[in-house]
Structures are given as C-alpha cells and as structure tokens.
T-cell receptor, first 117, second 115 residues
Framework: DTEVTQTPKHLVMGMTNKKSLKCEQH?????MYWYKQKAKKPPELMFV???????INESVPSRFSPECPNSSLLNLHLHALQPEDSALYLC????????????????FGPGTRLTVL | AQSVAQPEDQVNVAEGNPLTVKCTYS??????LFWYVQYPNRGLQFLLK????DNLVKGSYGFEAEFNKSQTSFHLKKPSALVSDSALYFC?????????????WGLGTSLAVNP
C-alpha cells in the first residue's frame, strides 16, 4: 500500500468551530508532515513528526494543533480559525527524516479543502 | 541560504513536442533535488529525484531530469508532451534544519500542453 489517505476531502467551518483533519499511511514511514497550500502556490510546511515526536513546528499559530497518536496516524486539530486559513491542507509521509534520509521522497495525500467562513 | 528558482511561471508546448521545465538551485553541501507534479485539485505526486551518480535521472510518466552541477540546474524534460501532462510542476531541494530535513520549494511552473 503506497497511499496516504486524508479525511475529510472537504470541510467548511465557522470561526468558532472545532474540527479535526485526519491522515493515515501504512507504508511504515517514520516521518509525517502537514502542509498548507494556497492556490497555485508551493506547499508551506507546518509540522513534521519524526518517530511520532514533533520535530519541526514552523511557527504555526496555536489554533492549529497537531497530534500523532501512532506511527500510522496524524491529526490536525483546528480551533478558532480565521478566513485566511482557508486552503488545501496536505499530509505527507516519508521513509526517513533528518540526516538519515535526506534523499527520501515524500508521498502526499489528496488533501483536505478547508473553507473557513 | 538554500533556495530553488523556477524562472518560468508558465510553459506552453504543443502536444508531441519536447518539453523542458527549468529549475536552478543554491545549496551548501550535496544537493538532493526533487520534482513533483500537481494535477488540478489533487495532491502532489513525486516524479523523480537526484541523489548522486548519473546526471540524467529517469522518473515516472516518461519524465527525466538533467542535473548540471556547474550550472546548478535540474531541468525537467520529456521527449514528447501529452495533453495529460498539463499540470503544476514544483522543483524542490532537501535542506538541513537542525537535526531534520525539510524541502525548500520553487514557486512552481504551470505547464500547458496544447492539442
């Protein structure tokens, strides 16, 4: 199985809502990523988990809260978002991270299209 | 600072003609270079990568890329373009961030293949 799955595909939420994005991979990858992507722009890294521990937080606002319950799952909890947070949220995984695997490609899920009203 | 540049926002090519999407990079140390493609309303798909060795790297869907160290370039090529190749293409370089690595992305090149 070489697939990264993400749910939901689409999400519309108000600024006071709490919601969660889910990501799953069964490739045995030890690194997992959250990206935010605006239309026709490159993805912006938000968080990196390495061996289920948060290793990179790109100064993301606290209204975004990542969680890695186990080596296959990655969640992104959303609370009190702003309209400018509307974007495509991509999850990715790779075999390694850090100096052990700088050449490992990342496998991306299809993304969650988030709209904040 | 490590960086990637894609000098063309848009590339137009006729179906059946060869295509080139350009990428130049600036890194310290060994460059680990990647190409990804994004079809409309989809996630990114890995096409190919350069680690070391042969300067011509072959990847998915008939794409290849040529690594040129002296010109610090990693251009993506395909001998004969298909309409279905129309998509957004990103070049990226693996960059060291503390004990971790992250990808530094180019701004992307939109490829349009005309029938």
């Amino acid at each position: 199985d070489t697939e990264v799955t993400q749910t939901p595909k689409h999400l519309v939420m108000g600024m006071t809502n709490k919601k969660s994005l889910k990501c799953e991979q069964h490739m045995g990858h030890r690194a997992m990523y959250w990206y935010k992507q605006k239309a026709k722009k490159p993805p912006e890294l938000m968080f990196v988990y390495s061996y289920e521990k948060l290793s990179i937080n790109e100064s993301v606002p606290s209204r975004f809260s990542p969680e890695c319950p186990n080596s296959s799952l990655l969640n992104l909890h959303l609370h009190a978002l702003q309209p400018e947070d509307s974007a495509l949220y991509l999850c990715a995984s790779s075999q390694g991270t850090g100096v052990a695997g700088p050449w490992d490609e990342q496998f991306f899920g299809p993304g969650t299209r988030l709209t904040v009203l | 600072a490590q960086s990637v540049a894609q000098p063309e926002d848009q590339v137009n090519v006729a179906e059946g003609n060869p295509l080139t999407v350009k990428c130049t990079y600036s890194v310290s140390g060994n460059p680990y270079l990647f190409w990804y493609v994004q079809y409309p309303n989809r996630g990114l798909q890995f096409l190919l990568k350069y680690i070391t060795g042969d300067n011509l790297v072959k990847g998915s869907y008939g794409f290849e890329a040529e690594f040129n160290k002296s010109q610090t370039s990693f251009h993506l090529k395909k001998p004969s373009a298909l309409v279905s190749d129309s998509a957004l293409y990103f070049c990226a370089v693996s960059s060291l961030a503390g004990n971790n690595r992250k990808l530094i992305w180019g701004l992307g090149t939109s490829l349009a293949v005309n029938p």
